[in-house]
């Protein structure tokens, strides 16, 4: 796969300007913190009780972030694609054991973001503290507590339906398998789930 530094690190910026305008000074330090890498499908970006001292923005693939109960059944908690970042936020944030798993589903390409000096640039940098309050409001405290609220109050049909359009543009790039891992059932019900809705059309 072909890397080209000056496209990934402009969809990187590009992508912190989205929330909130990030200045050259504050640009040219965060750069000197991050890591390209390229991770193969199906190999992990990082494995349950991995120490992982990064977060990660994926510039081209796909990655789902599961975890795996003790009877070996996998749940899906997120799906990430380019331009949106993964890591073990909580492990992180909390100096504890990472609990899940981060694998790709695509062949991709992802920038390591040293996450203790990232720490130490929030500190410094006012522009780079109001990108991570604007990110964390959208994807960790917005989507986070409507995805909670529907898995527990939905039907599994309405959460394929509620599925099938937050992730419409993804969609050609799931396999089955991930999609009932997310909806937290099993295959076979995934499949008379579609079955009934094809019918009715």
């Not at 990430?80 to 589903?105: D, H, K």
Request: with cysteine.
């Amino acid at each position: 796969m072909k890397i080209d530094e000056n496209d990934i690190f402009n969809s990187l910026k590009k992508t912190l300007d989205s929330y909130t305008k990030i200045s050259e000074t504050t640009w040219n330090d965060f750069k000197d913190i991050c890591t390209i890498k390229e991770i193969k499908k199906n190999d992990y970006a990082f494995e349950l009780y991995d120490k992982v001292d990064a977060i990660s923005f994926v510039y081209k693939g796909l990655f789902r972030t599961f975890a795996t109960n003790e009877h070996g059944e996998e749940y899906t908690k997120n799906f990430f694609w380019e331009t949106r970042f993964y890591g073990p936020m909580v492990a992180l944030l909390s100096n504890t054991e990472n609990t899940s798993s981060v694998q790709a589903i695509e062949d991709s390409i992802v920038v390591d973001i040293n996450h203790t000096k990232y720490r130490e640039l929030l500190v410094k940098y006012e522009d780079l503290k109001m990108y991570h309050i604007l990110y964390l409001e959208k994807h960790w405290i917005l989507q986070k507590d409507h995805n909670t609220y529907a898995l527990v109050l939905e039907d599994a049909q309405v959460r394929y339906q509620r599925f099938l359009k937050e992730f419409e543009h993804i969609l050609s790039r799931l396999s089955q398998h991930h999609i009932a891992s997310y909806l937290g059932i099993s295959p076979t019900h995934l499949s008379r789930i579609r079955k009934s809705l094809k019918s009715k059309k």
